[in-house]
């Protein structure tokens, strides 16, 4: 099994495109989730889209 650096995909769940991500994401909100957005991965392996949290602004 190969390891990534930083944030991996591995466990999550990928989609092809923005739209079936943000589909997701959408159910998640639904679900009570906050603060989450869905991107582009930046793993070459994968290119694919996830929803997850996103980072804690600075304020
Ligand atoms: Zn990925």
Same mark, same amino acid.
């Given at each position: 099994?190969?390891?990534?650096?930083? %944030?991996?995909?591995?466990? *999550? /769940? #990928? $989609?092809?495109?923005?739209?079936?991500?943000?589909?997701? #994401?959408? %159910?998640?909100?639904? *679900? @009570?989730?906050?603060?989450?957005?869905?991107?582009?991965?930046?793993? /070459?392996?994968?290119? @694919?889209? $996830?929803?997850?949290?996103?980072? *804690?602004?600075?304020?």
């Amino acid at each position: 099994m190969i390891r990534t650096k930083g %944030r991996a995909c591995t466990g *999550k /769940r #990928r $989609h092809d495109t923005r739209e079936d991500a943000e589909d997701h #994401r959408q %159910r998640l909100i639904a *679900k @009570g989730a906050v603060r989450i957005a869905a991107y582009q991965c930046r793993n /070459r392996a994968c290119r @694919g889209w $996830h929803v997850g949290h996103l980072p *804690k602004p600075r304020t």
